[in-house]
């Protein structure tokens, strides 16, 4: 009796002509810088077949919405600024994105290196006052594992907590 009602209960899955999937994914671009990949899933997940998948990446490619070096820069801007993370970080979150090095490189040339120390030595300190354990051994892991959970180099880490720790 219940699996007949999940049945009478689920939606009519939504269907789209590939004119209509590309204005949609047009939108869903100019909202936001994208990857080839987030949008590949997206028109998955709308149920497209594979050549439509191809046709409608290619149309947004042609059409300047979806452009790799655009989006890797962008996101690495964003998130060293925003989420104050580091190269290491934002390089880990481009590959799973399918990122190649070249446009990881490319991207690190939105983060200058004087602001990019600035910011790490600015993160340590605001971390480092908002601790409170006792331990200095555990203090130190604690803002240790902060930052390099964020993305920073792990000799400047170490550096850092040991002078900020001593």
Known sequence: ???????????????????????KLEAYC???????KE???KLIQM????DAVD???????????LDEERFARSFARGKFRHKKWG?????????????GNYLINKAFTEIPEEEYRNTFDALAQKRFDQLTEK???????????YLMYRGWPGDWVYEKAKELIP
């Open 1 to 23: 009796m219940n699996s007949q009602l999940g049945i009478l209960n689920q939606q009519p899955t939504k269907t789209y002509t590939v004119e209509e999937a590309k204005r």
């Open 30 to 36: 100019a909202y936001q810088d994208r990857c080839h």
């Open 39 to 41: 949008v590949r899933e």
């Open 47 to 50: 149920r497209m077949i594979p």
């Open 55 to 65: 046709a409608i990446i290619y149309h947004l490619l042609q059409h300047k919405f």
């Open 87 to 99: 190269k290491n970080r934002i390089k880990q979150e481009l590959k799973q994105r399918e990122i």
């Open 135 to 145: 331990d200095k051994y555990k203090k130190r892991k604690k803002l240790a594992d």
